[in-house]
């Protein structure tokens, strides 16, 4: 008897959090339920469910979460997930030194680091790795696994599927730290986190 997913097969689908890229790393593959006649790889939803379970469980336990993406289309999903959960988004570049320059302004020290993709977040993740900093990360197929603690498989180009993604994670991360009883109690929509 398989556990039921957070949220039905359907929302998954809908979101496109299925889709991967026509690449596909060794470490990835683990994740990916077939790869379609066109060479496109689509993940295991079964597997990506678990795996936000797997990450939302980490993430609770940190005081001082940071969330970092360039990409343009995740910055409403990382902002809100932020406000949600009390942790620090960074939308947009990523200055270097904001992890290891204690003399920069915006220095933080966060205890965990979220990226939405550590290709394109590269820099967030070479200066967690340099402070010892654990790094969770969503990852698409084509994404290598190296220097990271934590791997989300999942579509991380889709706006719908980052909205998806960060929607469920803060609502599960609030689950996990008693501030909600049932899911239902979740406030938030999809549309909050730009998934609209």
């Given at each position: 008897m398989?556990?039921?997913?957070?949220v039905?097969?359907?929302e998954?689908?809908?979101?496109?959090?299925?889709?991967g890229m026509?690449?596909?790393?060794p470490?990835m593959?683990?994740?990916?339920?077939?790869?379609?006649d066109?060479g496109l790889?689509?993940?295991?939803?079964?597997?990506?469910?678990q795996?936000?379970r797997?990450?939302?469980?980490f993430?609770?336990?940190f005081g001082?979460?940071?969330?970092?993406?360039?990409?343009?289309?995740a910055a409403?999903?990382?902002?809100?997930?932020?406000?949600v959960?009390?942790?620090k988004?960074?939308a947009?570049?990523?200055s270097?030194?904001?992890l290891?320059?204690?003399?920069?302004?915006?220095?933080?020290?966060?205890d965990v680091?979220?990226?939405v993709?550590?290709?394109?977040?590269?820099?967030a993740?070479?200066?967690?790795?340099?402070?010892r900093?654990?790094?969770v990360a969503?990852c698409?197929t084509?994404?290598?696994s190296e220097?990271?603690?934590l791997?989300?498989p999942?579509?991380?180009n889709?706006?719908?599927s980052?909205?998806l993604?960060f929607w469920l994670?803060?609502?599960?991360i609030?689950k996990?730290?008693?501030?909600?009883?049932?899911?239902?109690?979740f406030?938030?929509t999809?549309?909050?986190?730009g998934?609209e």
């Amino acid at each position: 008897m398989t556990e039921e997913m957070l949220v039905k097969k359907t929302e998954y689908l809908t979101a496109g959090m299925h889709i991967g890229m026509k690449s596909c790393t060794p470490y990835m593959r683990q994740f990916v339920y077939k790869i379609r006649d066109d060479g496109l790889a689509v993940f295991n939803l079964q597997k990506v469910d678990q795996r936000i379970r797997v990450a939302t469980e980490f993430l609770s336990r940190f005081g001082k979460i940071m969330v970092v993406s360039r990409k343009d289309n995740a910055a409403k999903a990382i902002e809100t997930f932020s406000e949600v959960v009390g942790a620090k988004a960074i939308a947009g570049r990523f200055s270097p030194g904001t992890l290891t320059n204690p003399s920069y302004r915006e220095f933080y020290e966060p205890d965990v680091v979220l990226v939405v993709d550590p290709l394109v977040d590269e820099q967030a993740v070479k200066e967690a790795r340099k402070r010892r900093v654990p790094i969770v990360a969503l990852c698409d197929t084509f994404n290598i696994s190296e220097d990271l603690d934590l791997c989300i498989p999942a579509n991380n180009n889709g706006r719908k599927s980052i909205a998806l993604m960060f929607w469920l994670m803060a609502r599960e991360i609030l689950k996990k730290r008693g501030e909600l009883k049932k899911g239902s109690e979740f406030e938030y929509t999809l549309n909050d986190f730009g998934g609209e």
